[in-house]
């Protein structure tokens, strides 16, 4: 069983859905949990992290997190077409260094 | 957030020919450096890990001959693959830690294609 599982999708949507990008874990030591952004042939873009569990919001973006199912979400409210790349979810059990499990990343495209 | 940078971005050479990637981090002291490889539609692959002034510690199935990885100070950090085949074409990225960051970044990625 892998770390971290997530669906590759593709998915595609409407301008302004509302998105819902989710991962699941195995190890309940992990405490953060980030969701990196990658568009084609570019570095993945940190979008948002969170410690623990909780919601987290910024701006468009909310991401949730739910230890005890071992889950996290990412919802990105009134999509744009410049939302179109892949999301990548990873967390570890510290904040920082080399333990970082990442899933596969989710490709979005929103259709304008 | 870190601002890392990377060069090349883009990178084409022939079979059995060496490559070196530089990873810069520009604004802060990094006192380690990761190294990833993404295959096409797949997640980062961590590669090795290095400390600064020290020796790489390479994941496993990751050839340390093969894949040299320098860190020589604490703002930069080469890559150089070695005689490079064509299955060595990847998507590279660095990602630096230390240096009070709040979580990981990482590079803009370096796409080498070995012909």
């Known amino acids: 069983q892998k770390e971290v599982e997530q669906d590759p999708g593709p998915l595609s949507v409407p301008e302004g859905a509302i998105v819902s990008l989710n991962c699941t874990y195995s190890?309940?030591?992990?405490?953060?949990f980030m969701w990196y952004r990658q568009y084609s042939r570019k570095g993945p873009e940190l979008l948002m992290y969170t410690y623990s569990s909780g919601n987290k919001e910024d701006g468009r973006f909310t991401a949730q997190v739910d230890k005890s199912s071992k889950y996290i979400s990412l919802f990105i409210r009134d999509s744009q077409p410049s939302d179109s790349a892949t999301y990548l979810c990873?967390?570890?059990?510290?904040?920082?260094?080399?333990?970082?499990?990442f899933g596969t990343g989710t490709s979005l495209t929103v259709i304008p | 957030g870190a601002v890392v940078s990377q060069h090349p971005s883009w990178v084409i050479c022939k079979s059995g020919t060496s490559v070196k990637i530089e990873c810069r981090s520009l604004?802060?002291?990094?006192?380690?450096m990761f190294w990833y490889r993404q295959f096409p539609k797949q997640s980062l692959m961590l590669m090795a890990t290095?400390?600064?002034?020290?020796?790489?510690?390479?994941e496993q199935g990751v050839e340390k001959d093969k894949f040299l990885i320098n860190h020589a100070s604490l703002t930069l950090s080469t890559l150089t693959v070695t005689s490079a085949h064509p299955e060595d074409s990847s998507f590279y990225i660095c990602s630096p830690g230390g240096g009070g960051t709040d979580t990981q970044y990482f590079g803009p990625g370096t796409r080498l294609t070995v012909l």
């Open positions: 290095s400390n600064e002034g020290s020796k790489a510690t390479y």
């Open positions: 604004d802060f002291q990094a006192t380690t």
């Open positions: 990873a967390m570890s059990v510290v904040s920082t260094g080399n333990q970082f499990y």
């Open positions: 190890n309940s030591a992990f405490q953060y």
